[in-house]
């Protein structure tokens, strides 16, 4: 779906609770822990922390608004997952990720957002894109400066600086290779998938999710990866192709019931 499709305002009508279950369940869960903790307790329990009856509503409005400026700010490109009309093929129904980074490290967030492409090759230049921010509001697409072009199915990305040089660098899961990307500090990137160890030639795997994370404490950041079904898009079924691929008698794409793990 295009980045910045629509520039209707969205969630005017919500109160405090329902914007507070839905970032507990969404990526910014950390910011609602740590802003309101005593409300987060209402509503999940971890270690060390004992449950508690929830509180009566506060009556307070919530008056945050939000606006698509997605356009306006720059990120213009857009996203690419399969055919526009039809999903023949389960890959084409996942969607990627993005992430915020400050890859020259002047304390202000870029933004690199992950694409797909498509099944008959036809569309050309699909690309992840590293927008940089102009810090007035706006960003540049500096991605083929930084070296991070690249056409393929993109699924997750995760930022960490996984050799302590002082720059964050990237890791993308794909359908097919997963790769990883060395920040060189002067604005590009190097593709260092090999010489890390990565590199899984010969394997048809779907990395799906992943994240940067120091499970051992060491000071090094390692990687966790998270690979969905086992799916050959070759040797995919067309939609309806078995039985499994069917939805209350309406031929859909095959999977995930029916593919191997
Ligand atoms: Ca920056
Ligand atoms: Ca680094
Ligand atoms: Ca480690």
């Known amino acids: 779906m295009p980045v910045g499709l629509s520039r209707r305002p969205i969630y005017?009508?919500?109160?405090?609770?329902?914007?507070?279950q839905r970032s507990?369940?969404?990526?910014?869960?950390?910011?609602?822990?740590?802003?309101?903790?005593?409300?987060?307790?209402?509503?999940?329990?971890?270690?060390?922390i004992?449950?508690?009856?929830?509180?009566?509503?506060?009556?307070?409005?919530?008056?945050a608004s939000f606006m698509d400026v997605g356009p306006q700010a720059g990120l213009v490109h857009p996203v690419i997952c399969g055919d526009v009309d039809r999903k023949r093929v389960i890959l084409e129904t996942i969607?990627?990720?993005?992430?915020?980074?400050d890859y020259d490290n002047d304390g202000w967030q870029d933004i690199f957002i992950l694409s797909g492409t498509r099944l008959d090759g036809e569309t050309p230049g699909p690309t992840n894109r590293l927008y940089k921010n102009n810090r007035d509001g706006?960003?540049?697409?500096?991605?083929q400066q930084a070296g991070l072009m690249r056409t393929g199915w993109a699924c997750s990305v995760t930022v960490g600086d996984y050799n302590n040089d002082g720059y964050e660098d990237i890791f993308i899961t794909y359908y097919?290779?997963?790769?990883?990307?060395?920040?060189?500090?002067?604005?590009?990137?190097?593709?260092v998938t090999v010489s890390a160890g990565l590199s899984t030639p010969g394997k048809i795997l779907w990395g799906a999710g992943c994240t940067f994370v120091d499970y051992d404490r060491d000071g090094?950041?390692?990687?966790?990866?998270?690979?969905?079904?086992?799916?050959?898009?070759?040797d995919a079924l067309p939609p309806g192709g078995a039985l499994n691929c069917k939805f209350r008698g309406v031929s859909v794409h095959c999977g995930p019931r029916g593919l191997p793990l």
């Open 24 to 48: 507990l369940g969404m990526g910014v869960g950390t910011l609602a822990l740590r802003s309101l903790p005593s409300m987060a307790q209402e509503a999940m329990s971890s270690r060390g």
């Open 220 to 234: 090094h950041l390692d990687l966790f990866v998270y690979h969905y079904v086992n799916l050959n898009i070759n």
């Open 50 to 63: 004992k449950a508690a009856p929830r509180k009566p509503r506060s009556g307070k409005p919530f008056l």
């Open 176 to 191: 097919g290779q997963n790769v990883l990307y060395r920040n060189n500090g002067d604005g590009t990137f190097t593709d």
């Open 12 to 20: 005017t009508k919500i109160d405090r609770r329902y914007f507070l």
């Open 138 to 143: 706006t960003f540049t697409d500096v991605t």
């Open 95 to 101: 969607g990627c990720g993005v992430a915020f980074i």
